[in-house]
């Protein structure tokens, strides 16, 4: 048995409620202990992450091996994690060891990992029905599903979607609506902003030079402004007596300096930076936009595949601060882990005609019928309202780690978005990204999976179903890992 299934995340404590917990704790330890060793199916038991080899383990590092040859090495690698089974918030390796999963797969498994629900409607369609061309032909699950969908989504006013394969997919869709609506060139968007790696999409990602090295030259006429990134103020400013400078920046010097607004068919933007650092803006920004997008005609496009349904408490994160944009696009957790992405437009806005945009796999019938069922499950088992609650709760224990840790600089989120920044100093901000990808691999040899993003932030996404208990497990284990990783 290795040292690291000794209970050391259970604490000894004075009051009987903790010692209730702890106790609780250990039976559920024993359970996952029975269960790994004598190859359980029932991943629902598993009450706690166990680590029974010390990953990765002698199989992982197997598989590890042979990729390392086949592969294409431009994929992260956060961490040597081979997963073989994965169920609601657990994810098993190729060795035995189990994890709490709170990277949800990169925002993706919201409603848990093969909820029973979802993995059955993939089972029927697939029985059924595996593939109707959508572009060519009409499918039931297509229209049952556009229904539902749009009936959720804000705006009192008629929609129209279109369904891809990924995110990236669905934003080369927004970009085409936009232009082809418009018939206007010109697009904002946002530094830090990552909306994916096709060309049209890696046109407005921002994220790192090293995303965009080499591919000059992508789509022209993009112009990137600054996001409010108040803790990291481009122009040095202090909000609020920056009176929302970047703002003004898009006023004041892009429409006329640089372009004239009626040359701009859109803006896109995401209501919290996902990749770029789980990154909030203040009150004023997303509202401040829309009024930009109306006085000068242009089309607000929402990037919701990182914060779309339900992860930060509402189907889409817009809503927090009641703007409602043009268009919407999705993906990620829209059909709990199938590959899918889709696109949402004012009606009026698609008014193209046939072959002006279309594919061979969107709105496949399995991947549809994944995704009705996700947005049953998100509804039946009030996942929006977990998510807010559970969230809070994980955010404030962040906060209050702040007293005693000076690494984290910064703590911000919204609902089951949870973003915590790095630093070497507080005053001069330093980016501590040595440490924060350390505290990425002391975590995750700890049992718990959490992911990066910006240079030195961690990005906390656990799926939607997670429960108190859970999120007290993940944060300990992260202050354990942190507590390492500052000495
Ligand atoms: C906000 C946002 N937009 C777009 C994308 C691209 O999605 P995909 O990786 O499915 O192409 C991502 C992926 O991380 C994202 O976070």
């Known amino acids: 048995m290795s040292p690291l299934l000794v209970p050391s995340k259970v604490t000894c404590s004075a009051n009987a409620e903790q010692d209730l917990r702890r106790a609780l704790c250990w039976i559920g330890f024993l359970i996952v202990d029975l269960r790994c060793h004598r190859g359980l199916k029932q ?12 990953p990765p383990g002698p199989k992982a590092k197997e598989i590890m091996r042979r990729d390392e040859k086949l592969t294409s090495p431009s994929l ?9 089974r994965a169920e609601g918030v657990w994810v098993e390796d190729i060795d035995g060891n189990v994890y709490l999963d709170f990277g949800s797969g990169i925002a993706v498994v919201n409603v848990g990992h093969c909820h029973k629900k979802v993995v059955e409607a993939i ?11 959508s572009c060519d032909y009409f499918t039931v699950p297509q229209v049952q599903y556009a229904e539902k969908l749009l009936a959720m989504l804000p ?26 609506h418009s018939r206007k060139s010109y697009l904002i968007a946002f530094i830090g902003a990552f909306h994916g790696r096709t060309m049209g999409a890696l046109s407005l990602t921002s994220t790192s030079t090293s995303a965009r090295k080499f591919y000059f030259p992508m789509m022209p006429g993009v112009m990137h402004v600054p996001y409010a990134y108040c803790y990291r103020c481009l122009y040095k400013q202090n909000y609020p007596d920056c009176g929302m400078w970047c703002l003004g920046y898009i006023e004041d010097v892009v429409f006329k300096k640089l372009i004239s607004p009626d040359e701009v068919a859109g803006l896109i933007v995401e209501p919290i930076q996902g990749a770029g650092g789980y990154i909030v803006p203040p009150k004023e920004f997303l509202p401040g936009l829309r009024r930009i997008c109306d006085t000068n005609d242009m089309i607000m496009i929402a990037d919701e595949v990182q914060t779309g349904f339900g992860r930060t408490g509402r189907m889409t994160c817009f809503e927090h601060w009641n703007v409602i944009p043009d268009i919407i696009v999705m993906s990620k957790a829209i059909a709990g882990g199938l590959p899918m992405g889709a696109c949402v437009s004012k009606a009026d806005l698609m008014d ?3 072959t002006s945009h279309e594919n061979t796999l969107g709105a496949n019938p399995i991947v549809v019928a994944a995704a009705l069922a996700v947005l049953d499950v998100l509804l039946e088992e009030r996942l929006m309202e977990n998510a807010e609650k559970v969230g809070g709760y994980m955010l404030k224990r962040f906060e209050e780690m702040m007293d005693q840790y000076d690494l ?3 703590v911000r989120g919204k609902g089951m978005m949870v973003g915590i920044e790095f630093v070497k100093d507080r005053e001069t901000k330093e980016y501590a990204t040595e440490e924060r990808d350390d505290l990425i691999l002391e975590t995750f040899k700890r049992g718990l999976l959490i992911l990066g993003a910006g240079p030195s932030s961690i990005r906390l996404a656990p799926p ?4 108190m208990d859970q999120a007290d497990i993940g944060v300990r284990i992260f202050e ?5 990783v500052s000495k």
């Open 76 to 84: 992260t690698r956060t961490a040597p994690l081979v997963g073989v």
């Open 155 to 180: 705006g009192d006013f008629p929609k129209r979607v279109f369904f891809g394969n990924s995110g990236a997919e669905a934003v080369e869709c927004a970009i085409k609506i936009a232009k082809w």
């Open 464 to 467: 939607l179903i997670t429960t």
């Open 43 to 54: 991943m629902k038991l598993v009450t706690r992450p166990t680590i029974i080899v010390e």
């Open 480 to 484: 354990e890992a942190l507590r390492t």
């Open 352 to 354: 193209w005609g046939p």
């Open 123 to 133: 089972k029927r369609q697939a029985e059924t029905c595996d593939h109707i061309n």
């Open 408 to 410: 984290i600089g910064d």
